[in-house]
Antibody, heavy 121, light 108 residues
Framework: QVQLVESGGGVVQPGRSLRLSCAAS????????MHWVRQAPGKGLEWVAA????????YYADSVKGRFTISRDTSKNMLSLQMNSLRDEDTAVYYC??????????????WGQGSLVSVSS | EIVLTQSPATLSLSPGERATLSCRAS??????LAWYQQKPGQAPRLLIY???NRATGIPARFSGSGSGTDFTLTISSLEPEDFAVYYC??????????FGQGTRLEIK
């Protein structure tokens, strides 16, 4: 069965960096685009970033462009999100999600359980 | 950016009743709209994609309709496990994917 398991969250000071990982299993990771979606405490969902199935194309929300970098390691079935220059407003649960049907911007048919990032001094 | 506005913000109903949730887009998204269900402490779950197609394993009591700017999620007869927050999402204007602010479906 499809599983997505995030790790790497925690408490970090403003301006510092953090790297999230998402271990994928139960499907052919190299065939699917992958995304990060976040949810601030008590708030709605916000799309963060996407990477194509082969890693050649990457896309970012304006709110994180230039600060966050999405990447994937197909040999390890791993998705990553490098977050630099973190701000208070980046505090959220970060979900990795699979794009449906192999399209880069397909809807999200599987989600991880989420990893909490808290930016606070 | 395409803004999705969901209504009502909160819907209070009893088990067995019919629920109708609305999502309106600020410009046409064709049929590129999905609905997700989220329960407390859990990740969202895909219910409906491309406006009217049920995702794998989703019960038939969930249905979606609409195109262009107006969309509806209908739950024909509410089960206790259906009380949750529901979000719509568009992918028409990729990469600027957007979600609605959510509708909370609560037990009356």
């Amino acid at each position: 069965q499809v599983q997505l398991v995030e790790s790497g969250g925690g408490v970090v000071q403003p301006g510092r960096s953090l790297r999230l990982s998402c271990a994928a299993s139960g499907f052919t990771f190299s065939s699917y685009a992958m995304h990060w979606v976040r949810q601030a405490p008590g708030k709605g969902l916000e799309w963060v970033a996407a990477v194509s199935y082969d890693g050649s194309n990457k896309y970012y929300a304006d709110s994180v462009k230039g600060r966050f970098t999405i990447s994937r390691d197909t040999s390890k079935n791993m998705l990553s999100l490098q977050m630099n220059s973190l701000r208070d407003e980046d505090t959220a649960v970060y979900y990795c999600a699979r794009a449906k049907d192999g399209m880069v911007f397909g809807f999200f048919d599987y989600w991880g359980q989420g990893s909490l990032v808290s930016v606070s001094s | 950016e395409i803004v999705l506005t969901q209504s009502p913000a909160t819907l209070s109903l009893s088990p067995g009743e019919r629920a109708t949730l609305s999502c309106r887009a600020s410009q046409s998204v064709s049929s590129y709209l999905a609905w997700y269900q989220q329960k407390p402490g859990q990740a969202p779950r895909l219910l409906i994609y491309d406006a009217s197609n049920r995702a794998t394993g989703i019960p038939a009591r969930f249905s979606g309709s609409g195109s262009g700017t107006d969309f509806t999620l209908t739950i024909s007869s509410l089960e206790p496990e259906d009380f949750a927050v529901y979000y719509c999402q568009q992918r028409s204007n990729w990469p600027q994917i957007t979600f609605g602010q959510g509708t909370r479906l609560e037990i009356k």
